[in-house]
C-alpha cells in the first residue's frame, strides 16, 4: 500500500542555519501530489508546499521541496531557520483518491 | 475565503460514552474528513465523505460513526469511548478529493476519564 516516511520525529536546530525534513514515500497507485503541511502550536494544519511535477523546486514562505521520482523523495529544505519555523511538519500525498499523512516532524529553532 | 468550524473544542466524556463531535465548512467543499491525531502518530484517517450522504472507512473507522446530512456539515460519533482514545480530532474538507489542499478545522481534544 501507500505510505509517507518521515525518520525524524524531532529535529533541533540553530537560528540561521540550514534544515532539512526528510520525507520519503512509496506508492503502488497513480500519485496525484504531494504536499508539506505545517502546524503551529495550538493551531490547525495548513499547506505548506504542493508539488506533481517530477525534478521541479517548489518554494513558499523561504522553503523549498523538489519532487524527486527516482528516489521517492520529497524533502523540505530551508537556508535559514527562523525562530517561527518551529512547528509540526507533515509530509503527505494524495494517491488512489486518498490522501497519507506520515507521522510527522517536530521542529525546534533555538536562538 | 471560507472556515471550517468544529464544536466542541474540548470535550470530556466517560469510558463508554457515546460522544459526537460536530463540523461545519462554508468553502462549498465536496469533501469532507475525519482525522485523529496522536502524539507520534501521525495524522489517521477516520472516515471521509465525497459528497452527501456519502460515507467511506478510512483506517481507523471501527469504534466511530460518521453523518454526512448536508454538504456542510459532517459529524463524528464516538460509539463508546475509551482511556486509549484520548487524542484531538482534525476535520477537514477539500474541493477534489485528493488533488487538491485540505482544509483543517482547529480541532476538538477529547478527555476520556
Known amino acids: 500500500g501507500d505510505s509517507v516516511t518521515q525518520t525524524e520525529g524531532l529535529v533541533t536546530v540553530t537560528e540561521g542555519l540550514p534544515v532539512k525534513l526528510n520525507c520519503t514515500y512509496q506508492?503502488?497507485?497513480?500519485?496525484?501530489?504531494f504536499f508539506w503541511y505545517v502546524q503551529y502550536l495550538n493551531e490547525a494544519p495548513q499547506v505548506l508546499l504542493k508539488s506533481s511535477t517530477d525534478n521541479k523546486r517548489t518554494e513558499h514562505q523561504g522553503f523549498h521541496a523538489t519532487l524527486h521520482k527516482s528516489s521517492s523523495s520529497f524533502h523540505l529544505q530551508k537556508s535559514s531557520a527562523q525562530l517561527s519555523d518551529s512547528a509540526l511538519y507533515y509530509c503527505?500525498?494524495?494517491?488512489?483518491?486518498?490522501?497519507?499523512f506520515g507521522d510527522g516532524t517536530q521542529l525546534v529553532v533555538k536562538p | 475565503g471560507g472556515i471550517i468550524t468544529q464544536t466542541p473544542k474540548f470535550l470530556i466524556g466517560q469510558e463508554g460514552q457515546k460522544l459526537t463531535l460536530k463540523c461545519q465548512q462554508n468553502?462549498?467543499?465536496?469533501?469532507m474528513y475525519w482525522y485523529r491525531q496522536d502524539s507520534g502518530k501521525g495524522l489517521r484517517l477516520i472516515y471521509y465523505s465525497i459528497t452527501e450522504n456519502d460515507l467511506q472507512k478510512g483506517d481507523l473507522s471501527e469504534g466511530y460513526d460518521a453523518s454526512r446530512e448536508k454538504k456542510s456539515s459532517f459529524s463524528l460519533t464516538v460509539t463508546s469511548a475509551q482511556k486509549n482514545e484520548m487524542a484531538v480530532f482534525l476535520c477537514a474538507s477539500s474541493g477534489d478529493r485528493g488533488a487538491e489542499t485540505l482544509y483543517f478545522g482547529s480541532g476538538t481534544r477529547l478527555t476520556v476519564l
Open positions: 506508492t503502488t497507485y497513480l500519485t496525484i501530489a
Open positions: 468553502f462549498n467543499h465536496d469533501t
Open positions: 503527505a500525498l494524495s494517491s488512489n483518491n486518498r490522501i497519507f
